[in-house]
């Protein structure tokens, strides 16, 4: 379990923390859940139960991936973020701007 995955944003005001917990039995992983309460949406996975989204009250909708064999890695996206790559300084009392 983690109580706050992105602490960081947290502090700031960014939306984008998250709860995590998960259940893993005999070292392998058996369900998981993502909740982002500053947006109201959870994502969950359980094994032979798929993947779900959820957006506040509506209904679940699942989720699909293509198999990881038709997909060309050389056109993947990867996007990572963290408080390092920010301008934001404290004593500037400036707000929180992404470069």
Same mark, same amino acid.
Request: proline letters at 5%; one cysteine or more; hydrophobic letters at 40%.
């Given at each position: ?5 992105? $602490?960081? $944003? ?5 939306? %984008?923390? #998250? ?19 500053? %947006? ?21 909708? @699942? ?9 060309? %890695?050389? #056109? ?8 390092? #790559? $920010?301008?934001?300084?404290? @004593? ?8």
């Amino acid at each position: 379990m983690d109580p706050i995955d992105g $602490t960081k $944003t947290f502090i700031y005001g960014v939306p %984008l923390f #998250s709860a995590l917990i998960s259940y893993v039995e005999n070292n392998e992983p058996i369900i998981g859940v993502i909740s982002f309460p500053a %947006l109201n949406q959870i994502i969950y996975a359980s094994k032979n139960g798929g993947c779900w989204f959820q957006n506040g009250d509506k209904k679940p909708v @699942r989720v699909w991936s293509e198999s990881a064999k038709k997909i060309n %890695l050389a #056109s993947a996206v990867v996007s990572v973020s963290g408080i390092h #790559s $920010t301008t934001f300084d404290s @004593r500037e009392e400036k707000k929180l701007s992404f470069i």
